[in-house]
């Protein structure tokens, strides 16, 4: 490699963050009841299952919408239900990419009778509704305003929670075109907001050593954090969960993913990773490591499909 070489690579690529083309890829959920999982992410979010593989006592199970990995489901018999007090999943953010799209899926979702409702709101940056599945994960639906939209304050993103009526929204913008579209229309992960033990803990984490940069500090009992000035890609609270140690072995939660352009963004987080003496599991296209409360993060580069999702 040249001189020039170097110069260009240290200009593209900053070896403290991640890159600004990184986004979240499927979310990973450890279920006891797979058929009724399955069910409801079809019913309330018209999630397809795409690929099926058996693992021991566990079976893997992938739903998107077309050929696009939004959600696994491992089946894992015998495990306790979440428990909304400790690290884990506080909700896992699907994004839509127009108003349209995100009523027809809040529609759908909300008759769904195994749905329980939990609010709405305008965030200034997006809008959003929220839901519980019928094992007690968190589910946000939403779609983004404009970055053109978007304020700041002293380096924070200005967020706030503001009621926006469910049945206001739903008539402004629920048309029969897009409940019919059903898996035409995309989705995807857009963000995942976790539950936490120490808000210090994890922004060294997710920030020092994953590379996320801050967007927001200033929110009581939360952080919020992205790649390429996102409003975030990720969220940690201690809302509930404030103290919690290392998880136990439960439902919900099994692995953030994070997808980043390629193998240069691999290499430098696997650099962040050894200076903090982390371990971790690098097999060339992912590299998997543990958040200080054993919360699974996996970072890969682009291509993933079903097959490679069901290898994790």
Request: net charge negative.
């Given at each position: ?22 986004s ?42 077309g ?19 400790q ?6 953010a699907?994004?839509?990419?127009n108003a ?6 809040v ?119 992205s ?55 690098d ?30």
């Amino acid at each position: 490699m040249t001189a020039t070489d170097g110069i260009l690579r240290s200009v593209a690529t900053d070896e403290r963050v991640l890159d600004a083309g990184t986004s979240m890829d499927a979310v990973t959920l450890r279920v006891g009841d797979l058929e009724t999982m399955t069910s409801y992410y079809g019913n309330a979010l018209v999630l397809e299952p795409i690929a099926e593989r058996p693992r021991g006592r566990e079976v893997h199970r992938v739903l998107g919408r077309g050929a696009v990995p939004m959600l696994r489901l491992i089946h894992t018999p015998g495990l306790p239900p979440v428990d909304p007090r400790q690290a884990g999943l506080y909700h896992t953010a699907f994004l839509f990419e127009n108003a349209e799209d995100l009523a027809a899926t809040v529609y759908r979702a909300a008759l769904e009778p195994r749905s329980r409702f939990v609010g709405s709101a305008d965030h200034l940056v997006s809008e959003a509704f929220y839901f519980t599945d019928p094992e007690g994960n968190g589910i946000e639906l939403y779609t983004d305003r404009d970055r053109s939209e978007w304020r700041y304050d002293n380096g924070n993103v200005r967020m706030d929670t503001i009621f926006l009526d469910p049945n206001t929204y739903l008539r402004d913008h629920l048309t029969q075109e897009a409940v019919d579209a059903g898996t035409a229309r995309a989705g995807r992960v857009g963000h995942v907001h976790l539950q936490v033990g120490d808000l210090a803990a994890a922004r060294d984490f997710y920030v020092g050593v994953i590379g996320f940069e801050k967007t927001l500090d200033t929110y009581p009992g939360a952080l919020f954090a992205s790649a390429g000035g996102y409003h975030h890609h990720v969220a940690m609270n201690t809302w509930q969960s404030r103290g919690a140690g290392p998880r136990a072995a439960s439902l919900g939660l099994g692995d953030v993913a994070i997808m980043v352009p390629g193998r240069d963004d691999l290499d430098a987080l696997v650099g962040r990773l050894r200076r903090a003496g982390i371990e971790f599991v690098d097999d060339g296209r992912a590299v998997v490591a543990e958040d200080p409360w054993g919360t699974q993060v996996t970072v890969a580069v682009p291509g993933t499909d079903a097959d490679e999702l069901l290898d994790r």
